[in-house]
């Protein structure tokens, strides 16, 4: 049967199982809006700019394990996406981009709209395409979507001329993929797998760094396997929050510099380091020179670019970490660490360094704690960018699966409200909560407009310190107090919510904060609470920068805070 480009694009997604598009039209893409309504299951949700676009279909993805779609015009639609396919990248998040380009003819011509996105974003996709012939669009769209979704996950781009979207060709959707040169490695090296056992069954002092790669996998169960058999204390990066239970006894909490006292230095004196799906970013290891000096290391992981880049290895594994931990769990013996468990625990009761000191003020910590409580930890928790996002890491002790959804490696500021939208689209009956900064909140804001008019029903509470809290705290800790430009003012964001048509509140005090929350939850449909707490409140732990993990500053120094 003959269709338009358009018409296979829409055809394409459907067999793909899309059911939620992420979009703003244009010119370039016009076609493709006039094909979409003849496919009712494909539900397009309109942003207000295209980064929200591509930050929801991110939040989306993380939240379901599906692929994430979100469509642009060419130009500055396609531009619009770029930081949200960064984002998307370094956290390998799988999604298909698709943009509009300017029709052939008018390549090359600096045309009205025209931009080499495929070049733009060669460094920020795992693959992109200019598809120049219709017939090959279904085949394109089929590749896109197993290359983003298959071993490391990541965004694909796809760029359709506009006249390619009109063009007819037959439409035959290819049944499976074959691409020479791209064999994501399954199955980890017995041998490898058998010199990692070796060194667990013998180790005295090990720890597990888990990373996103295990919620990716769905290897939460093996993991635990692992940590229960041979008795190993474990530690999370920021995006590996939720691949393993935080209330259990082994589970320390972050690593990192933000990460907890004991997490610290218990990896800091391991004589091993078992990494699982992680990548060793420098927020998690400090000083690299110093990263867990007296151990060695076993890093498992899908990617083999990612073994020896940061941190020399000793075992490494590559793999999808479920198999992997099948086949080693098997090799385990199973012990206990009981003089290795005692200091650990020593040390969590020395230093209680996530702690809520006393204040008569509104502290965010306590905001974020009592979120917590309420829900009972039953909720997808998505956060901003800076100290929001660390206390949100510190306050809630993670129990349910993939529960943190967080902007990690390109740390970007305004993900926030578009990826909570994403979350709750994708996972309509969890609670979803967006902890949000002051300033990452006014980067994105106009996604309200989104929240209102798909009545999605997230919660928002903006922890709202007036300042970019976390340069704040940089220019405290390392610039003498100097705050140039992070005094932040912005609008009053219960007035702004009231005038998108969403319920909201202010809290300015301690005794507000329980009710507020609950108000919030009983409320149906959206809801933003404006948390305005202590000003110069910093995040503790900190590793600062250029220092180890073992050396960390543990508390609040004493002096005058900025109040409302
Ligand atoms: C898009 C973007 N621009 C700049 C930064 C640098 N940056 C990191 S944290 C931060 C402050 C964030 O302020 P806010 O959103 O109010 O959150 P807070 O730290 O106060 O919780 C800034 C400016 C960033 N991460 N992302």
Redesign the pocket.
């Known amino acids: 049967m003959k269709m338009t480009g358009a018409q296979i694009m829409c055809e394409s997604l459907a067999r793909e199982g899309v059911e939620v598009i992420f979009g703003f039209p244009g010119g370039a893409v016009i076609d493709l809006y006039d094909a979409l309504p003849q496919y009712p299951q494909l539900r397009h949700i309109l942003v207000r700019h295209e980064q929200g676009a591509a930050h929801a279909a991110d939040g989306y993805a993380r939240a379901t394990g599906k692929v994430g779609v979100c469509i642009a015009t060419s130009g500055p639609g396609a531009t619009n996406l770029v930081?949200g396919i960064a984002n998307a990248h370094l956290d390998s998040s799988p999604m298909v981009a698709i943009t509009g380009q300017v029709a052939r003819p008018f390549i090359g011509r600096d045309s009205f709209q025209e931009i080499d996105i495929t070049g733009i974003t060669l460094p920020i996709t795992k693959h992109n395409y200019l598809v120049m012939e219709v017939e090959e669009l279904a085949e394109v769209v089929k590749e896109a979507f197993h290359i983003a979704r298959t071993g490391r996950p990541g965004p694909v781009l796809i760029d359709v001329p506009k006249d390619v979207f009109q063009e007819q060709s037959e439409f035959r959707y290819p049944e499976t993929v074959n691409l020479a040169g791209y064999k994501p490695t399954l199955y980890g090296h017995h041998n490898q797998i058998k010199r990692a056992a070796k060194l667990i069954n013998e180790a005295e002092r090990p720890v597990i760094i888990a990373g996103r790669g295990v919620i990716i996998s769905g290897a939460n169960a093996e993991l635990a396997e692992l940590v229960e058999k041979a008795q190993i204390p474990i530690t999370n990066t920021l995006l590996g929050i939720g691949c393993f239970r935080q209330s259990h006894v082994l589970s320390l909490g972050m690593l990192g510099m933000h990460g907890t006292a004991h997490a610290n230095l218990a990896v800091s004196s391991a004589d091993l380091v078992i990494a699982i799906g992680m990548r060793f970013d420098d927020r998690a290891t400090g000083r690299v020179s110093d990263f867990a000096p007296q151990a060695k290391v076993i890093h498992i992981d899908i990617d083999p670019a990612e073994i020896g880049k940061n941190v020399r290895v000793d075992v490494p594994i590559v793999g999808d970490i479920k198999n992997v931990l099948e086949s080693l769990n098997k090799e385990i013996i199973p012990q206990y660490h009981v003089e290795w468990f005692n200091q650990i625990e020593e040390w969590r009761q020395k230093y209680p360094s996530t702690d809520i000191r006393d204040s008569e003020g509104l502290l965010?910590q306590y905001v974020i704690r009592k979120i917590w409580e309420v829900t009972e930890g039953d909720a997808f928790i998505v956060t901003?960018?800076?100290?929001?996002?660390m206390?949100a890491a510190q306050q809630f002790c993670y129990d349910k699966p993939n529960s943190l959804i967080s902007s990690g490696g390109?740390?970007?500021?305004?993900f926030e409200l578009p990826a909570a939208i994403g979350v709750k689209v994708g996972r309509p009956e969890e609670t979803v909560w967006g902890i949000?900064?002051?300033?990452?909140?006014?980067?994105t804001i106009q996604e309200l407009a989104t929240v209102a008019q798909e009545n999605v029903a997230v919660k928002l509470a903006i922890?709202?310190?007036g300042?970019?809290?976390?340069?704040?705290?940089w220019q405290d800790l390392f610039y003498q107090r100097r705050y140039v430009a992070?005094q932040?003012s912005g609008p009053d964001f219960v007035k702004i919510a009231d005038a998108y048509g969403i319920a909201g509140e202010r809290v300015t005090d301690k005794v507000q904060v329980v009710p507020a929350i609950e108000r919030a939850m009983e409320h149906d449909g959206p809801y933003l609470i404006d948390f305005q707490v202590e000003q110069e409140e910093n995040v503790y732990p900190m590793v600062g920068p250029g220092a180890s993990l073992a050396e960390m500053q543990l508390e609040q120094p004493r002096r005058e805070v900025v109040t409302w």
């Open positions: 930081t965010p901003g960018v800076g100290q929001n996002q206390w390109l740390g970007t500021m305004g949000c900064g002051d300033g990452g909140f006014q980067m922890i709202n310190n300042f970019l809290g976390m340069v704040r705290q992070t932040l």
